[in-house]
């Protein structure tokens, strides 16, 4: 059982560079967290510093309520997997994973134990003896996750695991990975990824990181159903979301928004008088669009559609405000739309509001 | 015509000519002997890229082989046969090495050879890893690796020259301009030592100079293959909880093994054909001899081509298997 807990936390690099600040953040015990964000904003550098491969320029890490900052790496309780596996090559499997306990001077029949073990769940028996360079990309993912697991660590970090995989395995890995979380149900993990479908699947909460900082924190239905801003609303769900900017004519209840290209759009997301008038954007998810013959949000033409087969993507030209990359996501097939114009709107309650680029939703 | 003029000349005309070569042969084979037209023009095509690298070749094939196969058999010949006064060889069989198999001296320098080969090389190296290591994270490593790799630039009896300034003797009563006799005498010596004359340790005062200047090789060469250790593998270690010691044991020097072992063994090459430092050192007294050495005391001073000429196939023979395994290695290495 480990809590960790970020206070005030940030990296600088040479004095002026800052690339991380303020990080606020309280991990509980068992719980799985993934940092999602763009390239960039710093989700691999937050995990380092957690392992301790980078130094932490302010603020304070505990683990367990045990200040972390200066402790070297391997006495944190952690232990860290690789996007590039960082396999010793010229160790065997077995002597991969026996690594850390030999250095830690274990005696060697426990070392034996804890690699057979680890391997029996990772179903690396038949390769022990192997050097990393004679198994696949899959079986070499699995040997890091396992030289992991053989030390027993409080927090398990993974920096982008899956990454190198090709597509399939990374749906098996990350499959893999959810089962070894379940059947580790005390240890705590730590996920850095850019795809949001490892993050959706796997995370018990996610972190989105952005512009130094953190956009949000929540579980995975939190941020699609809640953001808290533009910024997790657009990165979180594929397409992202559509905006579109009006102005705030009725409030209450639910809120009525007269957009500038013309629209009406309505949100159950409740406002006062002092709102009115407001500029804001609306927010609407693609797959949350539909076609109406009455009040409708936008009407453009479709500039392209793909057919995935269970949904139909409509581009829609950028014309009457609306913007390139303007996506609606049909169900069923629809390519008989290319070229029409049509008349979209979405449920009161699908259509976000952000002033100022933070969600009017309180 | 000033020799600097004629220098000049000589390298313009070489390498033109070189380029006039490479390109007037690639023209005639490409539109005279095999022409990329015609009915045939298929076939010629692959013709002439049959023919395209050894026409390349061709010059480098020659002058090796003028050069260096051509020599290899000429001393063998000349290891085989004796000058009959006033001009002619005849056959004397293995009478050559029988005789110089009898010398104390060729055996001498046989055991100098050995030990130059167990510590010239192992000191280099282990010299070259550590300088390559402690050089890489520092902000004057680069300084420092250019002050280390200097003495390769300087030639072996330059490198000589300076290092017998560092041995040299003035009599007691003088000031030592040699800075090992000068400390010998600060820490309390009782007079200065003629160093290059003491039996056996003169060998190791020889073997540091070569020592001093291959460090410098050697440090290069891995210092690039450290460079080439994924980053990853060193992180894994500390997360591990390995110690820097382990991890340059462990985890760095296995990953470039191959690489020390190609240093290793290119730097015996040059140690079993070192020459010029014990010639212009003590030119083999004082049980110095070395085999390269003795070979040059027979050829040119004895003027015994015969003897000669069977040290230096002795010398070849060392060499050789050396050598074959050095460049299976280091293909292996590209690999």
């Known amino acids: ?362 | 015509m000033h020799p600097a003029l004629q220098g000049l000349m000589t390298i313009v005309i070489g390498v033109s000519a070189c380029i006039a070569y490479f390109a007037l042969s690639n023209q005639f084979l490409d539109k005279v002997l095999f022409p990329a037209r015609g009915p045939n023009a298929g076939r010629n095509i692959n013709r002439a890229n049959m023919i395209r690298p050894w026409l390349f070749l061709f010059p480098a094939l020659f002058a090796l082989g003028l050069y260096l196969a051509y020599p290899v058999y000429e001393t063998l010949r000349l290891s085989l046969t004796d000058r009959v006064p006033g001009g002619g060889y005849e056959w004397a069989g293995l009478d050559n090495y029988t005789q110089m198999i009898a010398e104390p001296k060729f055996w001498e320098a046989i055991r100098n050879n050995m030990l130059w080969l167990l510590i010239v090389p192992a000191l280099s190296t282990a010299f070259g890893l550590l300088a390559a290591q402690l050089t890489d994270r520092i902000g004057w490593g680069n300084i420092a690796k250019s002050l280390i790799f200097m003495p390769m630039a300087i030639s072996f009896v330059g490198a000589s020259v300076i290092w017998k300034l560092v041995y040299d003797t003035r009599p007691a009563d003088q000031d030592q301009i040699g800075i090992l006799n000068a400390i010998y005498m600060a820490l309390g010596g009782a007079e200065p030592q003629t160093w290059l004359t003491i039996p056996l340790w003169n060998n190791l005062f020889l073997m540091i100079v070569l020592v001093w200047i291959q460090t410098g090789f050697a440090m290069v060469i891995l210092s690039a293959a450290l460079r080439g250790i994924p980053e990853e593998t060193v992180e894994a270690a500390i997360v591990d909880g390995a110690s820097p010691l382990q991890i340059f044991f462990k985890i760095k020097v296995p990953q470039i093994k191959n690489t020390i072992l190609v240093v290793w063994t290119t730097i015996t090459i040059t140690v079993l054909k070192v020459f010029d430092i014990v010639f212009a050192m003590t030119n083999g007294q004082w049980e110095t001899q070395v085999l390269a050495n003795y070979m040059f005391d027979k050829l040119f001073r004895a003027n015994d081509w015969g003897v000669g000429s069977a040290s230096a196939m002795v010398i070849m023979l060392l060499v050789a298997p050396i050598l074959v395994w050095n460049v299976r290695n280091a293909r292996n290495e590209m690999r």
């Open chain 1, 1 to 362: 059982m480990a809590e960790l807990k970020l206070r005030g936390v940030e990296k600088t690099y040479g004095g002026n560079v800052n690339v991380l600040r303020d990080i606020n953040l309280e991990i509980d015990p068992g719980e799985l967290i993934v940092f999602v964000g763009p390239s960039g904003c710093g989700k691999s550098t937050l995990l380092r510093m957690i392992a301790g491969l980078e130094k932490i320029t302010g603020g304070e890490l505990t683990i367990d309520g045990q200040v972390m900052n200066d402790m070297p790496p391997a006495q944190r309780g952690i232990a860290m997997v690789f996007q590039s596996y960082a396999l010793y090559p010229h160790m065997t499997v077995r002597e991969n994973m026996s690594f850390a306990l030999k250095i830690a001077k274990k005696p060697q029949a426990e070392i034996d134990k804890a690699v057979a073990e680890a391997a029996k769940v990772l179903q690396l028996d038949d390769y022990l003896d192997r050097l990393p360079k004679a198994l696949s990309g899959g079986q070499r993912q699995r040997v890091a996750i396992g030289r992991s697991i053989v030390r027993d660590p409080k927090v398990y970090l993974f920096d982008e695991p899956l990454s190198n995989l090709d597509a399939a395995l990374r749906v098996a890995t990350r499959i893999e990975i959810a089962r070894l979380k379940e059947a580790m149900p005390d240890r705590t993990m730590i996920y850095v990824t850019h795809d949001q479908v490892e993050a959706m699947t796997l995370a018990s909460r996610i972190v989105v990181l952005a512009n130094k900082g953190i956009a949000q924190v929540g579980t995975p239905l939190d941020l699609y159903e809640r953001p808290e801003n533009e910024f997790v609303a657009q990165f979180i769900g594929s397409p992202a979301m559509n905006l579109l900017p009006g102005k705030v004519t009725g409030t209450g209840a639910q809120t009525t928004v007269a957009l500038d290209a013309g629209g009406v759009a309505v949100s159950t997301i409740p406002t006062t008088d002092a709102d009115l008038g407001k500029t804001v954007n609306i927010g609407v998810r693609p797959e949350d669009l539909v076609a109406t013959e009455g009040d409708a949000i936008f009407e453009a033409r479709v500039d392209i559609t793909e057919a995935l087969g269970e949904v139909t993507l409509l581009y829609f030209e950028s014309e009457n405000g609306v913007e390139d990359g303007f996506i609606a996501k049909l169900p069923g097939i629809h390519k008989d739309l290319r070229g029409t114009t049509v008349r979209m709107t979405a449920d009161p309650s699908k259509v976000h509001l952000f002033h100022n680029g933070q969600s009017m939703r309180t």
